[in-house]
Nanobody, 115 residues
């Protein structure tokens, strides 16, 4: 069973917001650096945001200032708050460890941003 389940994707207009959730089963978030990745049509999957076990965050330049990664230990969940969305943010979004574990990839959450 895949230990990470993403949710919260959808269709939104440019400038809108979405919050993605990643529910973790059997993974201790304090002991793992976690990341949000995305894969746009025809492109390779890329890491866009990271949160360390201690809570430090890092962002890829294209999402810096617009996206926020966070985690809730009580819910064992990692979040990605996405604001000021752009059509180029359209992709399937995944969470995984950083670096990723191959059998942890879930179904992902489709995010579509219309212009």
């Amino acid at each position: 069973q895949v230990p990470l389940v993403e949710s919260g994707g959808g269709l939104v207009q440019a400038g809108g917001s979405l919050r993605l959730s990643c529910a973790a089963s059997g993974i201790v978030l304090r002991l793992n650096d976690m990341g949000w990745y995305r894969q746009a049509p025809g492109k390779q999957r890329e890491l866009i945001a990271t949160i360390t076990g201690g809570g430090s965050t890092m962002y890829e330049d294209s999402v810096k200032g617009r996206f926020t990664i966070s985690k809730d230990y009580a819910r064992n969940t990692v979040y990605l708050q996405m604001n000021s969305l752009k059509p180029e943010d359209t992709a399937v979004y995944y969470c995984n460890r950083k670096p990723p574990v191959s059998n942890w990839w879930g179904q992902g959450a489709q995010v579509t941003v219309s212009s």
